[in-house]
């Protein structure tokens, strides 16, 4: 019910070396609960992509879901990828997005130990161009990461224009480093139809109209965030700031909390916190969270 789906996919995945396996369960949620489907998967890192194409189109069978043109065209000729760099690319983005000096450094060196090992890897050229983005926000910019941040990115697409994840980079550089709007719209929509469920791409590009005044375009790609990713903290202490922009008081409390549920004493989350406070006018509430 809460978020409004008829199946759910569980399972475990085991990662032995370069080999992964996975046992599946596929359950019926509505309007009865039942299992449909189970069945093991085996496939080395290196076709892991394959693995995702086959599983979705099983599953696509299973609960008699007809595929699109689109969804074929997306679903066909998966690429493969070098093992080795992919686990440094997946650790580098897992250690920015903790955001701590720590986990920065530590993520930018792994990505840049995938580009060593392959200078043509465009998943770590696109990982540290948002890398790059976020760090140019805050105090941990030494200067340059607006400049080595759309390098990356202009990188990225010029090795691999079929990705989402270098149409996001080069989004990002449009809308943060380039100031051209357009440009960044064209590619933020380019990313997210190529992977819809790019949680990321959806709140850069809600905060991207909430600066051009498009209020509830924004709000919707900021809550199609969050449904990918409603464990991230900064789509919901970004959820929080829009609702303050927009005058909903109350929800903007409610996600700035959420975002602290997610993350004890997050920094953007306490911020957001503070901001709803000072709006409905608890300045003690609002000068504790701020401190």
Avoid: C
């Avoid at 770590?124 to 990356?152: N, T």
């Avoid at 149409?167 to 449009?174: G, H, I, K, S, V």
């Avoid at 509830?216 to 959820?239: H, S, V």
């Avoid at 409390?253 to 997610?262: D, F, G």
């Amino acid at each position: 019910d809460e978020i409004d789906v008829d199946y759910i996919i569980e399972g475990s995945v085991l990662n032995v070396s370069d080999s992964i396996y996975l046992q599946l369960r596929l359950i019926q949620a509505y309007p009865e609960e039942k299992l449909i489907w189970t069945r093991p998967f085996k496939s080395d890192l290196r076709n892991v992509f394959k693995l995702h194409h086959n599983i979705a189109n099983e599953i696509a069978g299973k609960i008699g879901f007809d595929l699109t043109n689109e969804n074929l065209a997306a679903l066909s000729a998966p690429q493969t990828i070098n093992p080795e760099t992919y686990k440094l690319y997946v650790r580098g983005m897992y250690s920015l997005r903790h955001e701590t000096p720590e986990s920065i450094k530590q993520g930018f060196d792994y990505l840049n130990q995938a580009i060593n090992l392959d200078p043509a890897d465009a998943f770590a050229h696109a990982a540290l161009a948002s890398g790059y983005f976020e760090i140019a926000h805050g105090p941990q910019d030494p200067g340059d990461a607006m400049i080595k941040g759309e390098a990356a990115a202009l990188q990225a697409i010029k090795l691999d224009s079929t990705l989402a994840e270098t149409y996001f980079a080069l989004a990002q550089a449009y809308e943060y480093s380039m100031w051209n709007f357009k440009e960044a719209e064209k590619y933020f929509r380019k990313a997210i139809s190529i992977n819809p469920n790019n949680a990321y791409a959806h709140f850069h590009y809600a905060w991207a109209l909430l600066l051009f005044g498009r209020n509830d375009e924004a709000l919707a790609e900021n809550l199609l965030a969050r449904k990918y990713d409603p464990f991230a903290p900064e789509i919901a202490a970004q959820l929080g700031w829009l609702y303050l922009h927009i005058g909903k008081k109350e929800k903007a409390l409610q996600e700035a909390l959420k975002s602290l549920e997610i993350r004890p004493d997050y920094n953007q989350g306490l911020w957001g916190l503070g901001d709803a406070y000072l709006a409905m006018g608890n300045v003690d509430e609002a000068i504790a969270a701020h401190k």
